[in-house]
């Protein structure tokens, strides 16, 4: 891993920083680039001048680890709302929420009633719940909500990332429950001990996982996957495999971040492909946002040039 990538990560959690980076009007305008605005009503503008490009969308209001529970019932009710809204816009549009955000470092049992609020919500509205993966310590606690909510109702999916040994385990395990997954790389500072430190490693250990998902044995008790990477060469490596091995249109979506690789996700809806596109919005944006710098240090460059422009 890249000295800049691990300073970045580093830096996501760092409170001066945000609280420096917030007031800074370079930044905001920088991350203008990744996020349509701040409020839920900017999110669903957003997705509608999407789906006229025959893209879906996922919503997710951005925030981890509240501090309180009563903050755990706003950020539920707040999603409730959300699911209303998406409903009466006639809008394909799931959300995508983080444990953290939802109480489970206060309470795990609060966090579980209100994930399955918004479960329960969304099948009545004919909607779908991503869970996020946040980083290795809550990979456990986040897959025991998960085979909660998935026992629950079909209309729950799950993030799992490639960059963990574990994934290849997990991926065995939720096989056989027909779990809608979410494969991504994986976007925090974790040791070598538990995570491949190489990206070429974790490129192909997310190549491995996503062609067991899309596998027979895999789609029979009815899972979707959704393929998480702005990685071109993986997704075409990926997209050959999907035809030569006939794996229908009803097993995966491909899914990308509002604002990254435009030209790509264009030439996927072009193509057919069903693409999801996931819409952050909302003001705690900074950690978020610095995940995504260090995604691509090419970033770095594009907010220096906005302080200067
Ligand atoms: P990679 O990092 O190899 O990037 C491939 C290419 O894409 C780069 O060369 C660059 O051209 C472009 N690119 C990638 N990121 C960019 C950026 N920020 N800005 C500009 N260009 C960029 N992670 C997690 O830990 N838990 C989660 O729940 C989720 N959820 C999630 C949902 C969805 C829909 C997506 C697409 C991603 C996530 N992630 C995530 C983030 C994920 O783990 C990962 O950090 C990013 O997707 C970047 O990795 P890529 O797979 O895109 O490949």
Same mark, same amino acid.
């Given at each position: 891993?890249?000295?800049?990538?691990?300073?970045?990560?580093? +830096?996501?959690?760092?409170?001066?920083?945000?609280?420096?980076?917030?007031r800074?009007?370079?930044?905001?305008?920088?991350?203008?680039?990744?996020?349509?605005?701040?409020?839920?009503?900017?999110?669903?503008?957003?997705?509608?001048?999407?789906?006229?490009?025959?893209?879906?969308?996922?919503?997710?209001?951005?925030?981890?680890?509240?501090?309180?529970?009563?903050?755990?019932?706003?950020?539920?009710?707040?999603?409730? #709302?959300?699911?209303?809204?998406?409903?009466?816009?006639?809008?394909?549009?799931?959300?995508?929420?983080?444990?953290?955000q939802? +109480?489970?470092?206060?309470?795990?049992?609060?966090?579980?009633?209100?994930? $399955?609020?918004?479960?329960?919500?969304?099948?009545?509205?004919?909607? &779908?719940?991503?869970? #996020?993966?946040?980083s290795?310590?809550?990979?456990?606690?986040?897959?025991?909500?998960?085979?909660?909510?998935?026992?629950?109702?079909?209309?729950? +999916?799950?993030?799992?990332?490639a960059?963990?040994?574990?994934?290849?385990? #997990?991926?065995?395990?939720?096989?056989?429950? +027909?779990?809608?997954?979410?494969?991504?790389? /994986?976007a925090?500072?974790?040791?070598?001990?538990?995570?491949?430190?190489?990206?070429?490693?974790?490129?192909?250990?997310?190549?491995?996982?996503?062609?067991?998902?899309? /596998?027979?044995?895999?789609r029979?008790?009815?899972a979707?996957?959704?393929?998480?990477?702005?990685?071109?060469?993986?997704?075409?490596?990926?997209?050959?495999?999907?035809?030569?091995?006939?794996?229908?249109?009803?097993?995966?979506?491909?899914? $990308?971040?509002? /604002?990254?690789?435009?030209?790509?996700?264009?030439?996927?809806?072009?193509?057919?492909?069903?693409l999801?596109?996931?819409?952050?919005?909302?003001?705690?944006?900074?950690?978020?946002?610095?995940?995504?710098?260090?995604?691509?240090?090419?970033?770095?460059?594009?907010?220096?040039?906005?302080? &200067?422009?």
């Amino acid at each position: 891993m890249s000295l800049l990538r691990r300073a970045l990560l580093a +830096g996501s959690t760092n409170h001066w920083l945000r609280e420096q980076a917030t007031r800074r009007v370079f930044v905001r305008r920088s991350v203008s680039r990744f996020m349509p605005g701040e409020s839920v009503e900017d999110a669903v503008r957003a997705a509608a001048a999407l789906r006229s490009q025959r893209i879906t969308t996922i919503l997710t209001r951005l925030g981890e680890n509240i501090s309180r529970p009563e903050e755990a019932e706003e950020v539920t009710q707040h999603y409730l #709302d959300v699911l209303r809204k998406v409903a009466s816009a006639g809008l394909d549009a799931q959300i995508s929420v983080k444990p953290t955000q939802l +109480g489970l470092d206060q309470d795990p049992e609060l966090c579980r009633a209100n994930l $399955m609020r918004l479960v329960e919500c969304a099948e009545k509205l004919g909607n &779908f719940v991503w869970i #996020d993966m946040e980083s290795s310590p809550y990979v456990e606690p986040t897959l025991g909500l998960y085979r909660k909510a998935r026992e629950r109702s079909p209309k729950v +999916g799950v993030a799992l990332q490639a960059y963990l040994y574990r994934t290849a385990k #997990d991926v065995e395990e939720l096989m056989p429950l +027909g779990a809608a997954i979410r494969l991504v790389k /994986g976007a925090y500072l974790e040791p070598p001990s538990i995570a491949f430190p190489k990206k070429r490693d974790v490129d192909e250990n997310f190549h491995r996982l996503a062609c067991r998902l899309l /596998g027979e044995e895999a789609r029979q008790p009815g899972a979707v996957l959704h393929i998480a990477t702005h990685d071109i060469a993986l997704t075409d490596r990926l997209i050959r495999f999907i035809d030569e091995t006939k794996v229908p249109a009803s097993a995966y979506e491909f899914a $990308m971040l509002y /604002g990254i690789q435009r030209s790509q996700q264009q030439r996927l809806a072009r193509e057919g492909r069903r693409l999801r596109v996931l819409i952050s919005y909302g003001d705690y944006w900074f950690p978020w946002y610095m995940r995504r710098l260090a995604e691509r240090p090419a970033n770095v460059l594009f907010v220096a040039r906005n302080l &200067f422009g």
